[in-house]
């Protein structure tokens, strides 16, 4: 997976709209399209870092999809929900959500 594919699952997980991305990170609406729609586009450096911020996650994991900061077992299991089609993810999305604010770790 790539950058826009990992840019997707974050909004969807964040249940963040790409024009509320685009507000909360000051990058342009129609650049952020691009970016979940084209599979080789990256941006620059420093609007990676943005958006990056503006989700709470790594340029790297937008990137690559590991977090050196999160351990192997859960980059594993990341990867796992990768190879799931969309509505599966979603669901585990939602599941994990719920149980997160069940325990309240959100």
């Known amino acids: 997976m790539g950058f826009g594919e990992n840019l997707k699952l974050e909004l969807t ?5 790409k024009k509320e991305l685009a507000a909360a990170s000051g990058v342009h609406k129609r650049a952020i399209d691009t970016y979940v729609r084209t599979r080789a586009s990256m941006p620059p450096a420093d609007v990676a870092v943005k958006i990056a911020k503006a989700l709470g996650v790594t340029v790297e994991y937008l990137v690559t999809g590991e977090d050196p900061s999160m351990s192997k077992e859960i980059n594993r299991i990341t ?28």
């Open 13 to 17: 997980y964040n249940g963040m709209l």
């Open 79 to 106: 990867r796992s929900i990768l190879n799931l089609d969309k509505r599966d993810r979603r669901l585990i999305t939602l599941m994990v959500k719920a149980m997160s604010e069940e325990k309240g770790n959100n």
